[in-house]
C-alpha cells in the first residue's frame, strides 16, 4: 500500500555520476518512507527527470559552460557550482516555500558534501540541513590529515610519493593521501575545508557501514563537533531498482557473461570521470591478452586521452583475444558484479564501485587515479586485504601477473574467501535488525521530528 505522504524532503546531489547515484538512492529510500523528495540539480548532467517519475526536479541554472566542465578542473569546477548555485538554489525554494501547503512542507535539505553552499541557503531560510557523504570515513579522516598537515607547516611534503607512514593516520602512506593537482593549492584547501565542515547543519548521513568502518567513524565524530551521525550504506541495496546512469547500459555483455564459466571473468572499468593515455591504453590491452583470462572491458568513450573511443587499441589486439574479450562503452555495474562469471573487478577504487564490489564478494585489482580512491585502494589491499594494487607506472607482464594473481593463484582465492566473509557481514548491516537497517530507520524518525 502507498504511505500517505507527509513533509517534503530536498535533495542537492552534486552533478557527477559517482555523486548522483548515492542521491538519488537516498531519494528512492526516503520516498519509500513516506517523504515528498524534490532533486535540485544544475543543469549540467541533470539526471532524465522521466527515469525517475516519484521525484519532482528542479534546475537551478549555474551558467557554466560544457567548455568549463571540459577543463577538467574538478577543484575549480566545484568552487564554481558553489558560487553560482547559491542564489538561484535560494530562489528556487523560496518559491517551493510559497507554493507548498502544510501536507509538504519541506522537512529538510538533504545535500552532497561538496555542495556546501545549500547549508548557508537552508541557514539563510531556516530550514534544517543535513550532509550526506558520498565516500568512506577514511576519506573524511585523511582529508582531516591533510589539513593538520598543512596547519603545522608540513605541505607541501618533500616527497608526495613517499611510503612513510603519516603520522595523524598511520594506515595510509604520504603517498596515498588524496592531494589534488588540480588547480591553484590555495583552492583545493580552501575546498577541502568547506567539504569537512559541516557547519550548522544537524547530522550526517554515511554510506557507508560499522562492520567496515566503525572505528574510523568514531574517530571522525571525536575530531569533529559531535553530531548525530546515520551510517546506512550500502544504499544501493536499499534502493535496488534505483538506476541514474548518465549514459546509456550496454546489456548486451550480460548475454556474453552467461556464456562464460564461473568466477572466470575479470571486469575492468574506471568509472565515470579518470582517463588513460594511449600508452597506458596499450600496456592494459596487452598484459589482458597475454594473461589468456576473459575480460570485460569498459571504455567509456573519451575516457582515452585524444581518442573518441576504442581506436587507439594496439594492432592485432582484437584478434588476439577474439572471443575471450568484450568491450562496452558503459555497463549495468551491479548487475555484471552479481553475476556468477565475474570472478575479479580491476578498479580505480571509487566509493560507489567499492562498496558495489563488497556487495557481491568480488576481489579486486586496485589502480586508483586520483582523490579518495587512493584511501580506498589502500583499506581494499591492506586493510579488509580483498584485493591488490597497481602501484607503479602499467606495465604488460606486470599486468599479466597481476591478473592471474587475482584470478587463477592461491593468493587470489584467499582474498576471495576474504571478500566472500565481508559480503556476508554487510549483508548483516542492511538486513532487517542490522546497524544499517537500524541506522536508516532512526534517521527516518530524525527528519520526521
Ligand atoms: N557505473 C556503471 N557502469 C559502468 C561504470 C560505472 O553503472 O560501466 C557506475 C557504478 O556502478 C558506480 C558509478 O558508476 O555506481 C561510479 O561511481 P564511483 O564512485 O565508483 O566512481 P566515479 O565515477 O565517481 O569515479
Redesign the pocket.
Known sequence: MEPKRCRRVVLVPCP????I?PMLQLGTILYSKGFFITIVHPQFNSPNPSKHPEFDFQFVQEGLSKHDFASGNLVDIILALNERCKIPFQECLLRMMLQQESHDEIACIIYDDLMYFSEEVATNLSIPSIVLRTSSAASLLSRLAILQLKEEGYIPFPDAMSQDPVPEFRTLRFKDLPICNFGTPENFYQLLAHMCDVKTSSAVIWNTMDCLEESLLAEQQLKQFPIPIFTVGPM?KFAPACSS?LLK?DTSCIEWLDKQDPNSVLYI?L????CTDEKELAEMAWGLANSKQPFLW?I?PGSIVGSEWIESLPEGFMEAVGERGCI?K?????QVLAHPSVGGFWT?C?????L?TISEGVPMICRPCFAD?LVTARFVSHVWRIGLQLENQLERNEIEKSVRRLMIDEDGEEMRKRAEDLKEKLEACFKKGGSSYNSLNKLVEFISS
Open positions: 557527477f555520476q559517482g555523486h547515484n544501493h546512469s547500459e572499468s568509472g565515470s570521470m579518470a569498459v567509456r562496452v558503459w555497463a549495468p555495474q551491479r580505480h571509487g566509493w560507489n564501485s567499492t558495489e580512491q
